[in-house]
């Protein structure tokens, strides 16, 4: 694992843990939730483009 690929990992826990929190509120904030909904498919993106780059340099 790569120092990319763990910070990536630890901003999309951060950005689950907001969600939660976010959704958990008693008037949760929609617009709110669909950013922070975006941004966790973004990194969830990036994190499988590392991973993907990884298993192609091992099969090399």
């Excluded at 694992?1 to 008037?27: G, N, P, V």
């Amino acid at each position: 694992m790569t120092f990319s690929s763990f910070r990536l990992m630890q901003y999309h826990q951060k950005i689950d843990r907001e969600l939660r929190t976010e959704i958990a509120r008693c008037w949760p904030d929609g617009f709110r939730i669909q950013k922070l909904k975006r941004l966790k498919l973004v990194v969830k993106g990036r994190l499988q483009n590392y991973a993907r780059a990884i298993r192609a340099d091992k099969a090399q």
